[in-house]
């Protein structure tokens, strides 16, 4: 998750004579993540606590995107209605968040499109955006400036001469800008030694595995990476191979690059119910699901649940992703359903020449801070040991690294450099029952009991080609809640599980929740709280 707050004033927050109002219009926040708790059950969502920021008064006159990546604006929709500020995001961001907001009923009027490179000031802050190359286009660093003070932050990042969407970073614009007071900077790759892999070594790579391969392939990457779906595409037509997308997800991605005018060069694309006329050796597929999602289009295909479109051995699978930590077990379990199809599969181990990162190793952090000529340094992202890593390599190039920050940390920077200044420690919020919640059980007070009792709702769930499918018997607890028809309710939750249609077990949680609430609200004297749990059991037992 990403939430930054930067601040401008004489006064600790909290302690302004300014009043409220003067609180407000001295703070900006930059970007707006969520996460997906891999070690909960369910994967719920989890975002930012805001309760550190009503205690300090902190309220925010404006909220700034670098790039549209879910752990930069996942948590917006759920966490702007409680600040109402104007947002800048690029054009692909800005595209992304209207239809997050769109989804939750939410009013897009705030948000405004910036175009990289621009400026613009709010309050005490003059803000300018600078063109980055990421893993998603239009990504940019901010030079924000107030007062005396020049702080640059620079989001996620790397120097990418090849980057195939967009131009590479300009060393002239951020020599410019030297010297800064202050980088706040990715520290994701900073113990790796050497340079990360261009996208174009990527393109060529991809090129070369897809002309080896002689039955269908599939191609799995993450949607937002639209340099390797473009990269995929243009291997494709070199290979003569037709194009399909498979995936809502990837599917609504490519919608909004393409209204923006990127993916001009991919081929066109060929429906998912076409794809059985052709060849085995024309036929290329760009899937969601590499991180083992259980209703995302590959897991679907490693069921041989899909309605269209069926491994089979000759077949390829292609793994253009690296497994995000916490998703190993899924991913395995991914690949074990692809081998019982005799598909050959390509992936980070045997193939890392067919991913690239999307974050600076150490080479390019010495370039860069030649560049920019940074006083002090203040390393975010990744954990602890990259923070270091971070650490001590702008020490070795003489900029004061002072602070290895964590989440809630309040650090002031002036005259005298950086000092931590309080520590707030950080409670995890998820979401639940369609709101943002403390977790309880990890600090904190935990949430309210409610007076009306409490209803437990255990399901264990199967993905099916039109929905969900309760599998085995409903386990309801509510003994201490209003009597209700249990039959008429198991009824009711077996047709609303059919007509979600979502591919994880978050998305189906956060779903399901808000229904579940209006069937009690509308049979109940009382609205009890919910306790949900859901399970996904192997889709092989729905014939059993």
């Not at 009597?483 to 077996?494: I, N, R």
């Amino acid at each position: 998750m990403n939430l930054s707050l930067y601040g401008y004033g004489e006064k600790a927050p909290g302690k302004s004579g300014h009043g409220e109002t003067g609180q407000e219009e001295d703070w900006i926040a930059v970007d707006c993540g969520m996460m997906i708790r891999q070690d909960l059950p369910d994967n719920p969502l989890q975002v930012p606590g805001l309760s550190t920021l009503q205690t300090l008064s902190i309220r925010p006159r404006a909220l700034i995107i670098t790039h549209g990546h879910e752990d930069h604006i996942g948590a917006a929709a759920w966490l702007w209605p409680q600040w109402g500020c104007p947002i800048h995001a690029t054009p692909l961001a800005a595209g992304l968040l209207r239809a997050k907001f769109v989804e939750r009923g939410l009013a897009t009027d705030a948000i405004r499109v910036i175009e990289p490179g621009e400026a613009l000031e709010t309050g005490p802050f003059t803000l300018r955006f600078l063109p980055t190359t990421h893993s998603i286009p239009e990504s940019c660093a901010l030079l924000i400036a107030a007062g005396e003070h020049r702080v640059l932050h620079t989001g996620d990042w790397k120097l990418d001469p090849e980057p195939l969407i967009g131009p590479p970073i300009s060393a002239s614009t951020f020599r410019a800008i030297a010297p800064v007071d202050l980088v706040v900077g990715d520290s994701t790759n900073a113990p790796l030694p050497g340079h990360s892999r261009s996208e174009g070594e990527v393109a060529e790579a991809l090129a070369r595995a897809i002309e080896r391969c002689e039955g269908r392939v599939v191609v799995s990457c993450f949607a937002s990476n639209l340099a390797r779906v473009l990269a995929i595409g243009r291997a494709a037509r070199r290979c003569g191979r037709r194009v399909s997308l498979m995936g809502r997800s990837m599917e609504r991605m490519v919608g909004v690059a393409r209204q923006l005018g990127y993916l001009d060069d991919m081929p066109p694309l060929v429906p998912v119910t076409d794809l059985g006329y052709l060849p085995p050796e024309e036929v290329l597929v760009i899937a969601t699901g590499s991180q083992g999602e259980p209703r995302a289009a590959l897991s679907r295909l490693s069921r041989g649940r899909h309605s269209h479109f069926e491994l089979m051995a000759g077949d390829t699978v292609i793994f253009s992703a690296k497994a995000i930590p916490g998703n190993e077990r899924l991913i395995e379990r991914l690949k074990g359903g692809l081998k019982h199809f005799g598909v050959s599969l390509f992936d980070d181990e045997n193939h890392p020449e067919l991913h690239a990162s999307g974050h600076p190793a150490q080479d390019e952090l010495r370039t860069f801070y030649g560049w920019v000529k940074p006083r002090h340094l203040l390393p975010v992202h990744g954990e602890s040991r990259h923070q270091q890593a971070h650490q001590a390599l702008a020490e070795s190039l003489g900029i004061q690294a002072p602070l290895t920050p964590t989440n809630g940390d309040l650090i002031r920077l002036d005259a005298n450099g950086l000092c931590l200044e309080a520590s707030h420690p950080q409670q995890p919020h998820i979401v639940s029952q369609n709101a943002v919640a403390a977790l309880p059980g990890l600090g904190g007070e935990g949430i309210n009991r409610s007076r009306h009792g409490s209803l437990h709702l255990a399901l264990s769930v199967a993905a099916s080609d039109s929905g969900w499918t309760r599998i085995g018997r409903l386990m309801l607890d509510t003994s201490q809640a209003s009597p209700m028809d249990e039959t008429a309710f198991a009824d009711w939750l077996d047709d609303c599980l059919e007509e979600i249609e979502v591919d994880s077990l978050a998305e189906l949680r956060l779903a399901l929740q808000p229904r579940l609430l209006g069937w009690l609200a509308d049979h109940l004297h009382r609205v009890p709280e919910v306790h949900l749990q859901i399970l996904a059991v192997e889709a092989e037992m729905l014939g059993k």
